[in-house]
C-alpha cells in the first residue's frame, strides 16, 4: 500500500530525499504523513501533505517546528509519490522514516499527526553523522 525508500546515510549539513510510493487506495481523498522513530522514543510526526487539489495551497502542507525551513514535502498525484526533501539535515535527525495516510474526511483541521492514519509503508532509515 504505502512503500517508502531513499533513505541512507549522510553527513550533517546533507541532504536526502525520501519517496513514499501509495497503491490500493483513493490517493486523492488521503494526506500524506511523514513520521520517523528512534529506538525507545515514541513516534514523531514530521511533515503532512494534502493530496487533495481543493484545499488551498497555504493550507496543503504541514511541518512540525523542528523541520519547519529545513524539511518539504510535495507530491506528483499523476504517479502517486510524495517526497519529503530533507536539508540542512543534523544527527538528531536520524531515525526511521515512514510514510502513512489518513482519509482526509477525518481531519478536522490543526495538527494532521493527531488522527488515527489507515495504512503504513515500512520504514527507511536515516542516519546523520556528526
Known amino acids: 500500500q504505502l512503500q517508502a525508500s531513499g533513505g541512507g546515510l549522510v553527513q550533517a549539513g546533507g541532504s536526502l530525499r525520501l519517496s513514499c510510493a501509495a497503491s490500493?487506495?483513493?490517493?486523492?481523498?488521503?494526506?500524506i504523513g511523514w513520521f520517523r522513530q528512534v529506538p525507545g522514543k515514541e513516534r514523531e510526526g514530521v511533515s503532512w501533505i494534502s493530496m487533495s487539489n481543493s484545499r488551498m495551497s497555504n493550507d496543503r502542507t504541514y511541518y512540525t517546528d523542528s523541520v519547519k525551513g529545513r524539511f518539504t514535502t510535495s507530491s506528483d498525484n499523476a504517479k502517486k509519490l510524495v517526497y519529503l526533501q530533507m536539508n540542512g539535515l543534523k544527527p538528531e535527525d536520524t531515525a526511521v522514516y515512514y510514510c502513512?495516510?489518513?482519509?482526509?474526511?477525518?481531519?478536522?483541521?490543526?495538527?494532521?499527526?493527531?488522527?488515527?492514519?489507515?495504512?503504513w509503508g515500512q520504514g527507511t532509515l536515516v542516519t546523520v553523522s556528526s
Open positions: 502513512s495516510a489518513v482519509g482526509l474526511w477525518k481531519i478536522r483541521g490543526g495538527d494532521p499527526f493527531r488522527y488515527e492514519y489507515d495504512y
Open positions: 490500493g487506495f483513493t490517493f486523492d481523498d488521503h494526506g
